[in-house]
């Protein structure tokens, strides 16, 4: 009988996995990986016979499996159990610190740099640019990293970005100024951004070089957003991880508007404090071209802003100075980047990247192409 009701369970357990594989409503999206789950694939004979439709099926089956997101956890949460300092890339370090651990080679980051630096070359000589390198958690934490983690040596990078860059770029590295302060929150500790507390420090060596005065730190800290579990942790989740806090500085610049792609709104998008990913709260998330208004501000002159998703959280501090700024992702642009600068008027330039973006994203190149894909030779 014992062996009965266990045959039974084993079967009940089966079929509601098939149940949930076979269920046509499920999720689309994944708020735990932050991405859009894989479709159920087509069959043609050609995708049949290539053996593309395996491999697709095998993909959505593997995104569908009943109570995925609680396997995931079971299996991190047991690896961890059993001593693993390391699941993957993500690094478990002291005071429940999650650190992405990048094992890259410093290829991509040579490639990315003379695009940039061919393309700052060919700007007009009496446009400004100032190019704000990000440190990221591995950098500044980098002593709490498990031993034998592979790695690349920010140090050996930094040094990378500052030889390739033209001499008329204003280079901005505010690592000493983070370390300086590492033992208050300047990263998320279950994401890969920096607070608003650590892109504050940053922005205080950034206004130096862009000769602005302000004092971040001068406006009240708010705490808007609690349960925090971010990027990080998505890719290495574990049961009993706890969530933080999020906090703003309710500086001036949070009430500009923007615009891009039909979104807009103000800077701080409070009810995205209710959503997993609360980092999205700054800005809505990335678009290809983001305009941010502010007719209060003192300074006329439009700004074009290269970035990564880093700065989204630095922008409340630079729109309180600048009426328009031209955020450009280049993730998701492919326009003539040239005829975009002469049709807003753009006077100054400030890029903004974080360390591992310029070691691992392969878009630098559309700097150099104009009008996108249909461009390339």
């Keep these: ?59 959505y089956m593997a995104d569908h499996v009943l109570l995925r997101d609680q396997w995931i956890r079971i299996k991190n949460t047991l690896e961890r159990f059993s001593g693993r300092s390391q699941i993957d890339s993500v690094c478990f370090a002291e005071e429940d610190r999650l650190i992405q651990a990048q094992n890259v080679s410093l290829d991509q980051l040579s490639t990315n740099m003379q695009a940039i630096g061919q393309w700052v070359r060919n700007l007009p000589e009496d446009l400004p640019v100032s190019f704000l390198m990000a440190p990221t958690s591995s950098w500044i934490y980098q002593d709490q990293l498990p031993p034998y983690t592979m790695t690349y040596d920010p140090q050996q990078a930094s040094e990378a970005v500052r030889q390739a860059l033209p001499e008329r770029v204003t280079l901005v590295n ?21 607070t608003m507390r650590g892109a504050s420090y940053a922005f205080t060596q950034l206004a130096a070089a862009l000769h602005l005065e302000v004092d971040p730190f001068a406006y009240e800290e708010q705490k808007m957003g609690t349960d925090f579990r971010g990027s990080v942790y998505s890719q ?8 933080e806090d999020v906090w703003v500085y309710q500086t001036p610049g949070l009430k500009a508007t923007w615009e891009a792609e039909g979104a807009g709104g103000t800077l701080l998008m409070e009810e995205r404090f209710a959503e997993k990913d609360q980092y999205t709260a700054f800005l809505g998330g990335n678009y290809g071209v983001t305009h941010i208004m502010n007719p209060e501000a003192s300074r006329e002159e439009a700004v074009l802003v290269l970035k990564d998703s880093y700065a989204n ?35 100054q330039v400030i890029c903004i990247y974080n360390l591992d973006f310029l070691c691992t994203d392969q878009n630098f190149v559309w700097l150099n192409f104009l009008g996108g894909k249909e461009a390339v030779q």
């Design 174 to 194: 505010p690592y000493e100024v983070l370390y300086e302060h590492r033992d208050e929150a300047i990263y998320f500790k279950s994401d890969h951004h920096w």
């Design 236 to 243: 290495a989740p574990v049961f009993g991880y706890p969530g």
């Design 313 to 347: 959280i630095l922008m409340p501090f630079l729109a309180e100075q600048y009426q328009n700024i031209y955020m450009v992702d280049l993730r998701y642009y492919r326009e003539d980047l040239s005829a975009f600068m002469e049709k807003q008027a753009i006077e």
């Design 1 to 59: 009988m014992q062996k009965r009701i266990v045959a039974f369970i084993f079967l009940v357990i089966i079929a509601a996995m098939a149940m949930g594989e076979l269920s046509p409503n499920k999720a689309g999206f994944s708020p735990m990986e932050n991405r859009y789950l894989a479709v159920m694939p087509g069959a043609s004979w050609r995708t049949i016979r290539t053996g593309e439709w395996m491999d697709d099926l095998e993909t």
